[in-house]
């Protein structure tokens, strides 16, 4: 028995030697010392030996066991070892290698020309209001004083969804829904910035879709002269402080009177060039003192309350600040162009 014990113990430790894994010396250890092993087996025959012998075959027993532990035991320490090594040198990092450049995206730059233009009307007092893009007939047309046989008003002109719902095709219903939400009281000062849609050929200087931002003021006692000085601001703070603007007639049904709004030229200073056609001056926006009918459809009276309206298409101010000669790069979204702003 002692031999056979001897033997095993042999065969354990040559078993161990070859493991090259955790694993496979895990096996190994089922295999010798397990209830179900030979080391076992032969303690569960010592029943049947003398007593002479029984403490012999004991002793060796105990020791074949304790040279098997003691070398698993050392043999997992070593194989942790290397594969704590191994581990160590896969996840390695070489800091000298170059890094991965992480390409940054940034504003697209109407967003980044619309933020600075509401900023700018933030510091007169505006505040900036939103509103929905799918329209009922009533707050697009009807709220603004265009009557219905008004050619703005044709099928043909606009992006119909049902006969009574189109997509604006101006941001003016949001100062519309507005004042009817303060039911008659002023002041309502507002900005409203937002795509808008019209049936456009696209070209240069024409989109289907394009971006507005249209302005409301009212309240008592407001006049043309509170108009001029709005624009005049907005347009020194836009553009520059050397610039200026100029005020010609016009008609629009929802103001009353109205006028274009003409800046004068960067480029020549007012002298006359290429880009202002020799005139000196670019028109940039149409504005007016708001309907008498306006006021009343949308709540106020008009003889306690009056204002001023503007709207102006942020892709021309975009075009005209940067240089920008077509409008269709702003939507056929080229990188190249889209990269030039990253710094807007
Ligand atoms: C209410 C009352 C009045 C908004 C106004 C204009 C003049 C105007 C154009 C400029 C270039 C549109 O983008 S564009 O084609 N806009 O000329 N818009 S006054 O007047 C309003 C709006 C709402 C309740």
């Excluded at 029984?54 to 060796?60: A, D, E, F, L």
């Excluded at 200026?244 to 002298?271: M, N, W």
């Amino acid at each position: 028995m002692i031999d056979r014990l001897q033997e095993l113990g042999k065969e354990a430790l040559e078993e161990i030697k070859q493991a090259d894994t955790v694993k496979a010396l895990d096996a190994v250890r089922v295999k010798y010392l397990g209830k179900k092993g030979p080391i076992t087996e032969v303690l569960r025959g010592m029943g049947k030996l003398s007593a002479e012998e029984r403490p012999k075959v004991g002793q060796k027993a105990n020791e074949v066991r304790e040279e098997i532990q003691q070398q698993l035991e050392q043999k997992t320490e070593e194989l942790e070892k290397i594969a704590l090594e191994e581990k160590l040198q896969e996840e390695s990092i070489d800091v000298t290698l170059p890094g991965k450049e992480v390409k940054r995206g940034a504003r697209h730059p109407l967003t980044a020309v619309v933020e600075e233009m509401e900023d700018i009307f933030i510091g007169l007092g505006f505040s900036v209001t939103e509103g929905p893009e799918v329209e009922t007939d009533y707050y697009n047309f009807e709220a603004l004083n265009l009557p219905p046989d008004h050619p703005a008003r044709d099928m043909q002109d606009s992006f119909y969804v049902t006969p009574d719902m189109l997509l604006r095709t101006q941001t003016s219903p949001v100062q519309a829904r507005t004042m009817e939400k303060f039911k008659g009281k002023g002041p309502v000062k507002i900005v409203c910035p937002g795509k808008v849609y019209r049936r456009d050929d696209d070209d240069a200087t024409h989109s289907h879709q394009f971006m507005q931002m249209e302005g409301l003021y009212v309240d008592e006692n407001v006049r043309m002269s509170d108009l001029k000085g709005t624009l005049e601001a907005f347009v020194k703070e836009y553009f520059g402080p050397d610039r200026t603007i100029r005020l010609r007639p016009s008609f629009f049904p929802f103001t009353e009177p109205s006028v274009e709004v003409d800046v004068s030229c960067g480029i020549c200073g007012g002298d006359g060039c290429r880009i202002c056609k020799h005139s000196g001056w670019i028109e940039v926006l149409g504005a007016g003192m708001v309907h008498p009918n306006v006021l009343t459809y949308n709540g106020f009276d008009p003889e306690k309350y009056s204002g001023f309206a503007f709207g102006m298409g942020v892709e021309r101010f975009a075009m005209l600040k940067y240089g920008i000669d077509d409008i269709r790069h702003f939507y056929t979204n080229d990188i190249r162009f889209l990269e030039q702003f990253k710094r807007v």
